[in-house]
């Protein structure tokens, strides 16, 4: 493992020798950063601009000290801890601009908003936010293993998409989806998000099924939401979604849900995927329009929930 430290006072290439140095305003010459390696921006490293112009890696990034700005052309890959910088700036980018963390990391903003794709890609690991973030958009794109992010909130301002077919994303935290965007993902058996929150002025698009292997709590507080084509797979946990219309639904497995508010749908509601009872509390589970309705069902599905037409 090793020390890099931005040195370049003007615009610079992440992959240039001329950028990189071993000590803080030490001389140039170091060896581009590797995934051995801890990257430092701090206030030697001027106020230029950071052109991370190759998909590029590291071992953990700061840029607490930064007043530069960064111009992601392409993708910075971090193998551990991601720290901003509240006096950093972003460029507009033409390319790929994606920050990703790729392995047990602690996430911290310092209060700066990341205008572009963040994105998981990792094996099994454990995700801390040390505050609160901001994205454009967020992908979870998992490889091998299941990922677990705890501790406050991220606010996403267009997108939200789980890639991998398989993997779950639980933990405590908080998923606000506050913009305009798409919430997509190609579930089988993975779940996108365990604590999920609809607030926003704009149209929230949810395609392809959307669903979970754990509880969920999702919450509907404003928004535009449109569910047309999309299946909500239902497991287990609390919704309270009064205001959103969803298109099919399916209730799986025997874990309990509990609907804070009328949960309302205007496809079909497919009963339990096995032959055992499942206890669905709360409020009413109502069906709208001229189509659609109540087929499938296998077992017993019981509880103090009424099924209205």
Same mark, same amino acid.
């Given at each position: ?36 390696d801890?990257? =430092? ?87 801390? %936010? ?11 794109? %998992? ?17 939200? #998409? ?15 989806m ?26 929230? =698009? ?6 979970? =292997?754990?509880?969920?709590?999702? =919450?509907?507080?404003?928004?535009t ?32 849900? #509990? ?8 496809? %079909?509601?497919?009963?339990l ?8 509390n ?7 329009g ?20």
């Amino acid at each position: 493992m090793a020390l890099r430290f931005w040195v370049s006072a003007g615009t610079g290439d992440y992959n240039s020798t001329t950028n990189w140095s071993a000590s803080s305003g030490g001389a140039s010459g170091a060896s581009v950063p590797t995934t051995a390696d801890d990257v =430092t921006w701090d206030a030697n490293s001027g106020a230029g601009t950071v052109a991370v112009n190759v998909s590029s890696v590291a071992k953990s990034v700061n840029f607490t000290n930064f007043t530069g700005t960064v111009d992601f052309k392409n993708t910075l890959s971090v193998a551990g801890n991601i720290t901003l910088g509240l006096g950093m700036s972003f460029a507009n980018s033409t390319g790929t601009p994606v920050l990703r963390v790729t392995a047990t990391a602690t996430l911290t903003s310092n209060g700066a908003i990341f205008p572009y794709t963040f994105s998981f890609l990792t094996a099994t690991a454990t995700i801390t %936010l040390a505050d609160n973030w901001e994205v454009n958009d967020l992908t979870h794109d %998992l490889s091998t293993g299941n990922i677990i992010t705890n501790g406050n909130t991220f606010f996403i301002n267009g997108n939200l #998409t789980n890639i991998n077919t398989v993997r779950s994303i639980s933990g405590t935290t908080v998923y606000v989806m506050q913009g305009t965007g798409t919430l997509s993902s190609n579930f089988t058996t993975g779940n996108i998000v365990t604590n999920l929150v609809f607030n926003t002025i704009g149209t929230i =698009t949810i395609t392809g099924t959307i669903g979970h =292997t754990t509880t969920i709590t999702w =919450t509907y507080t404003s928004g535009t939401i449109i569910t047309t084509g999309s299946t909500f797979n239902l497991n287990g946990g609390t919704l309270n979604l009064d205001g959103m219309v969803w298109n099919n639904v399916t209730y799986q497995s025997t874990q309990n849900i #509990t609907h804070l508010s009328d949960f309302v749908y205007e496809g %079909l509601l497919y009963g339990l995927t096995s032959s055992s009872s499942k206890i669905v509390n709360g409020f009413s589970i109502r069906h709208i329009g001229l189509s659609g309705g109540i087929t499938n069902l296998i077992g017993n599905a019981g509880g103090s929930t009424g099924l209205q037409g």
